[in-house]
């Protein structure tokens, strides 16, 4: 999709492109941006109204219910003609026509650990519109995972929270919440929800999704801000990163465990070794090229088939490459004199 505007989208964007905080070059990124919203009932309705409207570029609606009547006094994409038809495919239908600049993507899904990744792939922002913790917490370890910014909301009777989770940057949602479970936590079938308190939450959930995409600052990162509708108050108290959080903790020693390129030492005789290194993700070498910019009276070329080559270095050193970066080199004495040979002769190929 292009990322200038047409005349007709400058028209409809135009009282928020005059803001400072959007401009022009805002909106051209909101046309480029990918928002999942997770859960389109009393919250993600909302959301994915202003986003649809305010024209970011694709947004994926993802849900796993049927309209109820109970639903119509705060869900306001639905009508009493829509009770029992599925949410994401009624909302699909409205956000399209309110505006066809956006493409919907309605998903009906049930979020748990084993569709999460499918849910929150390849999008830029995740706005919570969920009803419940279990599902909270598989998109953020999913998010956490992938490298998403998440944001967090939840409200019932009168009142909500939201923070803004960056992965890697601030705490996630198992730091806030440990071990959080739905046991014991009021459903709004009980207490019930006043639909203002979701028109305050979902708009400031979208507020900070237009931060991120339009790479302000999120105003909420590491705050958790509070709201009640009873007294219109609220607070904002920081939230910090645990020491013991099992998603963000152990996900980021995994990341720091692994370092490419992997050295294995695959056989080894008389003092001398051989070593396979591993490059961490395929790269796609032209063996014409390498063969010629490694053309130098030091080395002599052994073999130069389809799928790789090699080269004799010296009278003990054999280095071999292959197509997707994988490299052997042997008769080295170390770990240390494998990854050498390697990183200069891939750089002297890349650089040359
Ligand atoms: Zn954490």
Known sequence: MAEELTDEEFETYSRQIVLNIIGLHGQEKLKKSRVAVVGVGGLGSPVATLLTAMGVGYIRLIDRDL?????????HLYTSNDVGYPKVEIAAKRLRELNPYV???PLPLFIDDSTVMEAVRDVDVVVDGLDNFKARRAVNRACYKLSIPYIY???????G????????????LECIFPNVSDEGLPTCSIVGVHPSILQIISGIEVYEAINILTKKNPILLGKLLLYDLVDLSSSMIDVNRSRYCPVCRELEAEREEIKYPIVEEVCAREGLATFMINPGQIKSFNLHEVVSKLNDPRYKLTTNSKLGVTLQIDRKIKFSLLITGVAIVEGVESREEALKIYTSLVESIINK
């Not at 309209?67 to 869900?75: A, F, G, I, T």
């Not at 909301?153 to 009142?159: K, L, R, V």
């Open 67 to 75: 309209v109820e009547r109970s639903n119509l006094h705060r869900q």
């Open 103 to 105: 493409e919907i993507d």
């Open 153 to 159: 909301a939840s409200a019932i009777e009168t009142y």
């Open 161 to 172: 929270s939201i923070t803004t989770i960056i992965p890697g940057k601030g705490p996630c």
